[in-house]
């Protein structure tokens, strides 16, 4: 379901104009990690470079990474006494860095052809700032400025799990608990694939996002069921993580949010807003899996485990899992029946992370049968697929704040299964989706765009968090 609602260039040529109105110098504070700005490039013991120079007026500026104290350094080539070199620095993934701009800026000295600036660090920890540099340059005697993208150290992004969370947690804003770029429910599930990435790789660097994320809002329930079951999910990943009852709390007050919207039109299940006028497969598969999913985290439950079995048996009457084991979009109320409305890719992986819960609830081994004919459909139907890889209908145009989610969560769930599984029999798809995307979907930043296949669209936080998901699942 909808709401209503950078290119990766190798160098950019500006005008000198059109980067003092974007960034103009300030004096930046100074950072101190495990060495302070301002450290001398000729005391690095490592010098990576991982972009092509950016050119102008036959001069060559290029931006040196320090992987191992997580520093930089811009340096100028082929050039002439005033030329000048300096590093910017962004804490947003490079879409401002005015308070950190012109950092180290210094000229060619008369005789020489060419300079360095000192070292500046890559990110600020004691501000919790993830950051990326880049090198710009300009010859002494024209306006003209050349800029590098912009890249990062390798310190809290060694592989490309963490590389993936290192370059969502850039859109994490602190002042609201969310991420900016993207929306409520999208926020939701980019928490959860941070939290799953903690879990998975171990590094804890950006555990803060949770009790941050859940410090700045007293509920996580609104008028779109689904945003709810989000949100509670997400807790619940929470409460996995840490063991604080508080995020299992919050998880039980969405399930009773939920709950309040089920009724006996058509039969059950609940609606996917509180307007009451559709009843969505993604808000009732949720419903299916917070249920599951809270009874076996709560000793001596029924009342949940109750819940979770009537949604599975109403998602199978109304047959929005259609003859060829793949779910459409809702019912329709007329009916009662399968609306055979669009198929994406998220509707059919939440069910397979409920059924799993439920079959953990209750032992019933055919669920986990139903959830591997569902998989292996939806895994190999080219409604979803182009050359193998994983697409959502709406990629052929625009698929607007919302859609670019749906893949990310698709690939956690159907990973979610596949563990489940003793013979793990998605693996091999699941990898070939992530080694896709790592290859033709990214820029140099490890930000990701919306289409796997490449190449990158835009990046945004919704995107990233599907490629981290992506991630994540094919560990």
């Known amino acids: 379901m909808f709401r209503p609602i950078a290119s990766a260039t190798t160098f950019a040529l500006v005008s000198v104009l059109a980067v003092a109105a974007a960034a103009v110098p300030a004096s930046a504070a100074v ?40 520093m930089g350094w811009a340096s100028i080539d082929s050039g002439d006494a005033t030329d000048r070199v300096w590093l910017d620095r962004s804490f947003d993934s ?16 008369a005789g ?43 310190w809290n992004a060694g592989e490309r799990r963490t590389a993936a969370a290192t370059g969502l947690m850039m859109f994490y804003n602190q002042n609201i608990g969310l991420f900016n770029t993207t929306g409520w429910w999208n926020s939701a599930n980019a928490l959860t694939a941070i939290i799953d990435n903690i879990r998975l790789t171990g590094m804890a660097s950006y555990s803060y996002a949770i009790s941050t994320t859940f410090s700045r809002h007293g509920s996580f329930n609104n008028e779109y069921l689904d945003d709810t079951g989000w949100w509670a999910m997400a807790w619940i990943g929470a409460y996995d993580l840490t063991r604080e009852t508080r995020y299992l709390d919050m998880a039980r ?3 009773a949010h939920m709950f309040a919207y089920w009724d006996n039109v058509c039969g059950g299940g609940i609606w996917w807003r509180t307007d009451r006028t559709y009843k969505a497969a993604i808000a009732n598969t949720l419903y299916l899996q917070v249920n599951a999913a809270l009874h076996n985290r709560i000793p001596g439950d029924t009342v949940y485990l109750q819940r979770a079995q009537a949604s599975w048996a109403w998602i199978q009457q109304t047959g929005m899992i259609n003859s060829s084991n793949l779910v459409n979009d809702g019912i329709s109320l007329s009916t009662c029946r399968n609306n055979n ?35 292996n459909a939806s ?20 698929c607007g704040a919302d859609g670019v989610s749906f893949k990310g ?52 936080a919704a995107r990233q968090q599907s490629a981290l998901d992506l991630m994540n699942a094919a560990s």
């Open 31 to 70: 950072i101190c990690n495990r060495f302070c700005d301002g450290r001398n490039a000729a005391l690095s013991p490592t010098d990576r470079q991982p972009l092509p120079a950016a050119t102008v007026w036959g001069r060559r500026i290029t931006l040196h990474l320090n992987d191992t104290d997580a």
């Open 94 to 109: 490079g879409r401002t860095w005015a308070a950190n701009a012109n950092l180290g800026d210094t000229a060619i000295p």
């Open 112 to 154: 020489q052809r060419t300079t360095r600036t000192l070292m500046y660090n890559n990110d600020d920890w004691a501000g919790r700032g993830v950051g990326a540099l880049r090198a710009c340059g300009k010859a002494g005697n024209r306006p003209e400025i050349a800029c590098t993208t912009w890249a990062r150290t390798t």
């Open 253 to 255: 007050s969405g399930a």
């Open 341 to 375: 409305g669009t198929i994406w890719s998220y509707n059919q992986g939440v069910p397979l992370a409920g059924l799993v819960e439920l079959n953990r609830a209750n032992g019933d081994a055919a669920l986990l049968t139903k959830a591997r004919a569902m998989a």
């Open 379 to 398: 895994s190999t139907t080219n409604l979803l697929h182009s050359n193998a890889i994983l697409r959502d209908p709406c990629e052929g145009g625009s």
């Open 409 to 460: 969560i698709y690939v956690r769930d159907l990973a979610v299964l596949n563990n489940a599984l003793p013979d793990r029999p998605f693996t091999t798809y699941l990898r070939r989706q992530a080694d896709r995307a790592y290859a033709a979907d990214r820029t140099p930043l490890d930000l990701y765009g919306m289409r796997w296949n490449g190449p990158v669209d835009s990046t945004d």
